[in-house]
């Protein structure tokens, strides 16, 4: 401890520690003579009080400038690497995608929508639907459609960049390129359907990449093979009953149609117009030639607007009724392996049928055949007619339509961009030359498979078009779109295959011909 008293005196080479304020003891000093030589072990005192200088080590708190470290800290600053994080704006490059406006670049291929010009062939649709006076069951909102759908060509403008047809097909200059019945007396060749499959069908059936079915005059169904859609070998006829088949539909599915033991089916006509829907007959296969189960298909009768024929004669009490006196065969059968079930949209069945349907000339209105769509669970049985009335229907009204009175055998394909075309079979019996019921092939297009507007540059090809080889007839047609190809670079193909000939009589120039387009 420090001493109380902060002052020390000297006199004379002695030292005399106060403790207090008296100076009354200076006067016995003088003894402290003696008391001397105790001086120097009071020096000795004093200089221990060096150590008093420990305060210094108190000042050696210095070191707890450490804090100073703690200060280090400062290197806690590596958060700004996290700022370094910077980089991540690389979502910026992901903003990049920015180019992908480019479809921008597709809307403003809208001005293309000179499909517009098809508007006009709507409304034209809709004068012939009016007077079927059906619109007032459901129909009217059938006009009412066509309208809508003219006005989303208008968007859809590149899409409908394809039409028209007519002056971008281009004939293979061998046609016809197939018609192996022409050395068999009475016989002909036509209504192909071809099926491509890039696997050559995986080992059901012969392997090639193009198989076709055909008919022979004489109601024979057989199957030819060929690598490029052109060159064509026959294989054999099927065990189809004779004189008994005819207009065949084939769809082909490498997993059997969910199933797996059944790769190939079939539809076909029997032969002769009828009343019944006995007139449409199913089988299947697993090489296309060999046929088992054959059998009629069956039909919803819950009502005549769910039947595909009802076989009453026209007039009848219900206009539309009289569009379905007959069934002249399936048309053109499809295959969807991902069904959704809705009642509104046929399509989203597992099968869908577009078939031919004939009133025979007796009304509503003056068309003789037309085509009409119904779809089923299974493919065979309780077929459902969907639409009060055929979806397509020709005028019958003006003398020169060239398919006033007949349109047929339609073929469907979507294209990559989603739009449904049509290809179909038309004609006008009050043209008297060349077969009555064969004299063209005919486009349409339609943005839901159902609802279709024509191409108002139609017909594709027509008998009179100078072609000798078919000056008599030209229809039946068959298309398939697609790349062809395993290349994810190749460009999509237009093919078609049809029917010719330079009349009704068996072995003139009668055959299949090929199309593409240019």
């Given at each position: 401890?420090?001493?109380?008293?902060?002052?020390?005196?000297h006199?004379?080479?002695?030292?005399?520690?106060?403790k207090?304020?008296?100076?009354?003891?200076?006067g016995?000093?003088?003894?402290?003579?003696?008391?001397?030589p105790?001086?120097?072990?009071g020096?000795g005192?004093?200089g221990?009080?060096?150590?008093?200088?420990?305060?210094?080590?108190?000042?050696s708190?210095g070191?707890?400038?450490?804090?100073?470290?703690?200060g280090?800290?400062?290197p806690?600053?590596?958060p700004?690497m996290?700022?370094?994080?910077?980089?991540t704006?690389?979502?910026?490059?992901i903003?990049?995608?920015g180019?992908?406006?480019?479809?921008?670049?597709?809307?403003?291929?809208?001005?293309?929508?000179?499909?517009?010009?098809?508007?006009?062939?709507?409304?034209?649709?809709t004068?012939?639907?009016?007077?079927?006076?059906?619109?007032?069951?459901?129909?009217a909102?059938?006009?009412?459609?066509?309208?809508?759908?003219?006005?989303?060509?208008?968007?859809?403008?590149p899409?409908?960049?394809?039409?028209?047809f007519?002056?971008q097909?281009?004939?293979?200059?061998?046609?016809?390129?197939?018609?192996?019945?022409?050395?068999?007396?009475l016989?002909?060749?036509?209504?192909?359907?071809?099926?491509f499959?890039?696997n050559?069908?995986?080992?059901?059936?012969?392997?090639?990449?193009?198989?076709?079915?055909?008919?022979?005059?004489n109601?024979?169904?057989?199957?030819?093979y060929?690598?490029?859609?052109?060159?064509w070998?026959?294989?054999?006829?099927?065990?189809?009953?004779?004189?008994?088949?005819?207009h065949?539909?084939?769809?082909?599915?490498?997993?059997g149609f969910?199933?797996?033991?059944?790769?190939y089916?079939?539809?076909?006509?029997?032969g002769?117009?009828?009343?019944?829907?006995?007139?449409?007959q199913?089988?299947?296969s697993n090489?296309?030639?060999?046929?088992?189960?054959?059998q009629?298909?069956?039909q919803?009768?819950?009502?005549?607007?769910?039947?595909?024929?009802?076989?009453?004669?026209?007039?009848?009490?219900?206009?539309n009724d009289g569009?379905?006196?007959?069934?002249?065969?399936?048309?053109?059968?499809?295959?969807?392996?991902?069904?959704?079930f809705?009642?509104?949209?046929?399509?989203?069945f597992?099968?869908t049928?577009?078939?031919?349907t004939?009133?025979?000339?007796?009304?509503?209105?003056?068309?003789?055949?037309?085509?009409?769509?119904?779809?089923?669970?299974d493919?065979?049985?309780?077929?459902?007619?969907?639409?009060?009335?055929?979806?397509?229907?020709?005028?019958?009204?003006?003398?020169?339509?060239?398919?006033?009175s007949?349109?047929?055998?339609?073929?469907i394909?979507?294209?990559?961009?989603g739009?449904?075309?049509?290809?179909?079979?038309?004609?006008?019996i009050?043209?008297n030359?060349?077969?009555?019921?064969?004299?063209?092939?005919?486009?349409?297009t339609?943005?839901d498979?159902?609802?279709w507007s024509?191409d108002?540059?139609?017909?594709?090809?027509?008998?009179?078009?100078?072609?000798?080889?078919?000056?008599?007839?030209?229809?039946?047609?068959?298309?398939?779109?697609?790349?062809?190809?395993?290349?994810p670079?190749?460009?999509?193909?237009?093919?078609?295959?049809?029917?010719?000939?330079?009349g009704?009589?068996?072995?003139?120039?009668?055959g299949?011909?090929?199309?593409t387009?240019?």
């Open positions: 401890m420090k001493d109380k008293c902060k002052t020390r005196h006199c004379h080479r002695k030292l005399i520690c106060c207090c304020k008296c100076k009354c003891l200076v016995p000093t003088g003894e402290s003579g003696l008391t001397g105790t001086g120097p072990i020096i005192v004093i221990p009080t060096g150590p008093t200088g420990d305060p210094g080590m108190i000042g708190t070191p707890t400038g450490d804090p100073g470290m703690i280090s800290t400062g806690t600053g590596d700004g996290i700022g370094s994080t910077g980089p704006g690389d979502p910026g490059m903003g990049s995608t180019p992908t406006g480019d479809p921008g670049m597709i809307g403003s291929t809208g001005p293309t929508g000179d499909p517009g010009m098809i508007g006009p062939t709507g409304a034209v649709g004068g012939p639907t009016g007077p079927t006076g059906d619109p007032g069951i459901n129909g909102t059938g006009p009412t459609g066509l309208r809508g759908m003219d006005g989303i060509v208008g968007p859809t403008g899409i409908a960049n394809l039409i028209p007519n002056y097909w281009r004939e293979d200059p061998n046609d016809p390129i197939y018609n192996p019945f022409s050395t068999i007396t016989q002909e060749d036509y209504f192909p359907w071809v099926i499959d890039i050559t069908f995986s080992g059901f059936g012969a392997s090639f990449l193009y198989k076709m079915w055909h008919q022979g005059d109601g024979t169904i057989a199957i030819s060929s690598n490029d859609g052109i060159n070998i026959f294989g054999s006829q099927t065990n189809l009953p004779i004189n008994a088949a005819f065949p539909c084939v769809i082909y599915d490498v997993n969910g199933v797996g033991t059944i790769h089916k079939i539809w076909y006509w029997i002769t117009p009828t009343t019944t829907i006995n007139g449409i199913y089988a299947e090489d296309g030639i060999n046929w088992i189960n054959q009629s298909i069956t919803n009768t819950s009502s005549n607007n769910t039947k595909l024929v009802i076989g009453i004669s026209p007039p009848t009490p219900n206009a569009f379905f006196y007959h069934l002249y065969g399936p048309g053109y059968v499809k295959y969807n392996p991902n069904p959704t809705n009642t509104y949209s046929p399509l989203s597992p099968y049928m577009y078939y031919d004939s009133n025979e000339g007796l009304g509503p209105g003056s068309s003789v055949e037309q085509i009409a769509i119904a779809y089923s669970v493919g065979i049985t309780n077929w459902t007619r969907y639409s009060v009335a055929p979806i397509v229907i020709q005028s019958g009204i003006e003398e020169y339509d060239w398919d006033g007949h349109a047929f055998r339609p073929s394909v979507q294209d990559n961009l739009l449904w075309h049509m290809f179909y079979s038309g004609s006008n009050n043209y030359d060349g077969l009555i019921y064969a004299h063209g092939i005919g486009h349409a339609s943005i498979g159902v609802t024509k108002w540059s139609n017909p594709i090809f027509y008998y009179n078009n100078g072609v000798a080889w078919r000056s008599g007839r030209t229809y039946t047609p068959f298309v398939l779109y697609g790349t062809f190809s395993n290349n670079l190749a460009q999509y193909q237009w093919k078609m295959w049809f029917s010719g000939g330079q009704d009589v068996a072995g003139q120039n009668q299949i011909g090929y199309a387009i240019v």
